[in-house]
């Protein structure tokens, strides 16, 4: 039997579009002599439609189209729909009120596989909406018997994890029934090296119940989470038979061998070579995306010649295409040479458009206005985040103007400790790298350099031979140039050493202890500590952040701003470590 695996990348509530694509795919399919076609996890509405889903006109509406792609879809094929169902119990047992559902249609006939586990943690907030499913889920289509499980159900593997998150585990479930096959549908977010580890973790589940695995994820970018696709097929020995494009939409067939009882192999892409090029492709979906599905074509951003808002740029021209990237020179009396002469560098190697706005007669405005308030207080903060609220004030005008979305360019550890102006440099309506650490900023303009990407990118003018970053981007530090002779590294620890403390602190839910004992300087932890706390108010008023990591600043990421939690006074030794 052939399936076709479709890689699909819906807009979120657009049910008439996103039916229009599932009907295309089975289409497709069918030209390809399949059988059966896979969808993504909710693919009739896109993941995740969060509260979307406690609006009844918006449940009625995907079981309106629900119907109507039952009738549509050609009638050969049986196909696995993401959607919703609504559980009709919920007001007798207090449940909640719907189901997360694969429904397959076949025939003109409509059968529900309810999610089994919900994961309620990071990012996903599905115990807020769904009742979990009770049964295996599994069908018989031309004597193959075939289990579904819907994205989380693969993750409670306690072999591949050395414990269990949830009291059942669908695979197992469904290898007692005694299934031929199982197939996952899902809407996993990306995140650095996720590709490979769900390979790695649905190989294990393939292999300990020599059973083949068909995994069909979402692709695209929807608000600060990006999907990677990247959908594959394991044999029952754990081997690869196909692998879907990563970070772009995608339909292909694997073939289930009756004799063999088995997947046979099919066409394979090869996985991305390093993880700057895996960040790259992500980053450039996720902003290409948002803009699109935001209804915007056209990016402006501030050009500072500093090597955050270089690779922004050099993002939104590969997402956008160069004609569709406007960058803005504000030099101000503090700014120094380079950074004019290195914004044009670079804005000549991408070839996009760029205005210049000298700021200092703004200044001057404000200094006159204020004279009287501010007089006998010393010059400090307050008239330094004046220019980069002049910048932010003036971007915001040249967005309303012309229709463009502000990209702001602020990245992790900046984000992480504060170190941005609000209403200044964090203007935006999204925020390109504000996953990226400083270090991964560096990495990143690096392997594009060297990268034979350029070649493949026609938006790209130069040849594939010369720098996209100007090298003195890279080369010099790193500067706000708030004030004159100004470094970042005057106010903090060398970003190397920021970062391996962000890393461990954030990422890693390291103690002080740890974090010390791996060799870092016990003051320096502690200041990286207090920033980090201190920021959140920031944080909470920054745009969405694309998510690369496991834990991003934004929708998984949820602290009190008006806390008195402060680490140090309430640090407390247990037997094995110093806990803050
Ligand atoms: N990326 C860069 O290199 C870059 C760019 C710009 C600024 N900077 C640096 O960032 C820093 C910006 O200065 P800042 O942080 O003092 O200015 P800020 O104006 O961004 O934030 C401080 C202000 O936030 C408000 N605030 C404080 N706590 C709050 C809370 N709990 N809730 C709501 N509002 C609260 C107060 O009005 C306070 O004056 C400077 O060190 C500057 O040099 C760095
Ligand atoms: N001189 C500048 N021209 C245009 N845009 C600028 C300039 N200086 C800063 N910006 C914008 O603000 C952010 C943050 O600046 P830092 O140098 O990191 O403080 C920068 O990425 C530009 O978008
Ligand atoms: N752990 C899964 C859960 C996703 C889901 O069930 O939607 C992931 O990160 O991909
Ligand atoms: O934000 P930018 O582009 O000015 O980068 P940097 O902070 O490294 O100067």
Redesign the pocket.
Known sequence: MKIAIAQLNPIIGDLQGNAQQILSAAQKAVDNGARLLLTPELSLCGYPPRDLLLNPSFVAGMGVCLEQLARDLPANAAVLVGTVEENFQAHKNGGKPLFNSMALLAQGKVQHFHKRLLPTYDVFDECRYFEPGLKPNYFTLDDLNIGVTICEDLWNDDQFWGKRSYAIDPIADLATVGVDLIVNLSASPYSVGKPRFREAMLRHGAVRYQCPIIYANQVGGNDDLIFDGGSFALNSQGEIVCRLSAFAPDLQIVEFDAGKQDLQLGSLVSECESEDEEIWHALVLGLRDYVFKCGFSQVV??????I???L?AALATAALGKENVF??????PY?SEH??SD?LALAENLGMKTT??P?GELMQGYDRTLVNLFAGTEFGLAEENI??RI??NL?MAIANKFGYLL????NKS?MAVG???LY??MNGGLAVIADVPKTRVYSLCRWLNQSSILGQVETFRRNVSTEIIPQNVIDKA?????KPGQF?QDSLPAYDVLDDILQRLIGNHQSVAQIVAAGHDSVVVYRVIQMVARAEFKRKQAPPGLKISDRAFGTGWRMPIASSWDALKNSYQTKNRLCV
Do not use: F, W
């Open positions: 951003l501030g050009l500072s010649g500093g955050d808002s270089s922004v960058g803005v020179l504000m030099p101000s700014s950074s004019i914004a210049t706005l700021i220019q980069s910048r932010g971007l990209l702001s360019t602020g900046e170190y941005c102006t200044g440099d790193p500067s706000a140039e708030l970042d």
